[in-house]
């Protein structure tokens, strides 16, 4: 299931939270108060782009030209409402910094807002629906700087102190106090407080997570937020809660069907700190219950919090790669990213309904590693570092065998599966890649290789 984990967090029990230790423990991060130059000023600016540097070809060697092509260039600057952000102000070297610069290069990239791209397509046809049932009054932001304070990507939306997802095992920390998205929900609060009452916010989020087809470290959200007030319910005689509920559930069926067609559905009780009661939209498609969204009724606190102690509100978040996938037919959530012609030239604006059609299928390399892990190892730590070496050739991270010994010792075996989606790999290629994972694996690690 698309964003299995990262979609899910929210949900988890949040006394259950997980037993690892983080990539960077907390207690380092009192080593730095610097409060970060971006925070102030960015928060609902909008930011654009810096179009990475594009590469030639000339004269490289084959292993070289390899290189080039998978690793994508970095852009040096980005700017954000006016305000610079180099790479050194995302990616430090530093105990309270976890950015690889492989997200940093992603940062700007905007899919969401490029109408040929099937994110962009996807983002355009829910504006759509929004516009026609609502005569326009849903204000739309699709370019809300995606560096967010702690305190918007979490304490605004009462994302409680011992939440899995503030850990650095889960979340890219620019400092102890800022931090790369990981939901678009991060913005409810300061458009409340601005006086925004229906709106809706695109943008790509960031989680550390596992490899397979369908997680990424950078996806897409659409978070929409309808407030009320109390003419609104009073005169249909029930009460404000399941006013908004109903009014919601009817919303979000028409979307389904906007997006879908005649669908069936169902509504799936759920837990989300923001929201009170909270819901889980599936759709039955293709023989199976497909998640699309998580929603509910908005939270009282965040209400008050924003001096509307008068109204009710609900809100919604879908991610919006689980449902191109879906609609598009897409295989691999790397596709999305690719600049092949064979991806991109399939896709035209306005056109909802095309079903990607696979230009060939590259075979896969698979490379297994086994080593005895220690107490901070965690899957997203091994991940992060698959992905600096390999990019986007890194298809999957799969756990296949785990054993403790008598000594109390535990050995994990990883298969990881190479691939790309636009060439054939050489044995030379991938073994260099196997090597270079192994090499940081046991230095960043400090696992010991079996
Ligand atoms: N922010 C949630 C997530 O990323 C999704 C979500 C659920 C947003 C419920 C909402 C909501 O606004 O009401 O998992």
């Not at 739309?140 to 994302?159: A, E, G, R, T, Y």
């Not at 309904?353 to 080593?371: A, E, H, Q, W």
């Not at 030379?428 to 940081?440: A, G, H, S, T, Y």
Request: aromatic share 12%; glycine share 4%.
């Amino acid at each position: 299931m698309l964003n299995r984990k990262s979609e899910e967090y929210y949900q988890r029990p949040f006394s259950r939270v997980k037993s690892v230790a983080m990539a960077v423990p907390l207690a380092q991060t009192t080593l730095l108060f610097r409060t970060s130059l971006l925070l102030s000023k960015n928060a609902l600016r909008s930011f654009t782009s810096c179009i990475p540097p594009s590469s030639s070809s000339s004269s490289y060697s084959s292993s070289e030209l390899h290189r080039k092509q998978w690793r994508q260039p970095v852009a040096s600057v980005l700017e954000f409402g006016g305000v610079k952000i180099g790479r050194e102000d995302v990616v430090r070297d530093d105990p309270t910094n976890n950015v690889p610069d492989s997200i940093f290069s992603r940062l700007g990239m905007q899919l969401h807002r490029r109408d040929q791209h099937p994110i962009g397509i996807l983002k355009n046809a829910i504006y759509e629906y929004f516009d026609t049932s609502y005569s326009n009054t849903f204000d739309k932001f699709d370019n809300l700087c995606p560096i967010v304070s702690v305190k918007q990507n979490f304490d605004d939306v009462l994302v409680p102190a011992d939440h899995v997802s503030r850990s650095y095992n889960d979340t890219y920390y620019i400092d102890s106090q800022t931090v790369l998205r990981c939901h678009t929900s991060a913005h409810q609060a300061e458009l409340l407080r601005k006086g925004h009452t229906h709106f809706l916010v695109t943008g790509d989020v960031y989680r550390r997570d596992s490899i397979d087809s369908t997680h990424y470290p950078v996806f897409h959200q659409m978070e929409g937020v309808r407030v009320f007030q109390p003419d609104e319910w009073e005169a249909s005689g029930i009460d404000a809660t399941s006013y908004a509920a109903e009014d919601l559930k009817k919303c979000l069926e028409g979307l389904a069907r906007h997006l879908f067609g005649a669908v069936e559905m169902r509504w799936i009780d759920a837990y989300f700190p923001f929201t009170n009661p909270s819901f889980e939209l599936e759709i039955y498609f293709k023989e199976k219950w497909l998640e699309v969204l998580g929603c509910g009724v908005m939270e009282q606190e965040i209400l008050k919090r924003a001096d509307r102690v008068n109204n009710v509100a609900w809100a919604f978040g879908l991610g919006l790669e689980r449902l191109a996938m879906v609609l598009f037919d897409i295989p691999d959530i790397r596709l999305f990213w690719s600049n092949d012609e064979r991806f991109t030239s399939q896709f035209s604006k306005g056109q909802l309904g095309i079903k990607f059609k696979p230009f060939s299928k590259y075979p896969p390399c698979y490379k297994d590693m086994s080593f005895w892990i220690n107490e901070s190892f965690t899957e997203n730590n091994l991940c992060e570092i698959v992905r600096g070496v390999a990019g986007d050739l890194a298809e999957e991270v799969l756990l296949i065998d785990n054993f403790t010994n008598k000594k109390g010792m535990t050995s994990h075996c990883y298969r990881i599966a190479y691939r790309s989606m636009e060439r054939s790999l050489t044995d030379e290629e991938i073994n260099e890649l196997q090597w270079n994972v192994r090499d940081q694996v046991q230095s960043k690690l400090k696992v010991v290789l079996r």
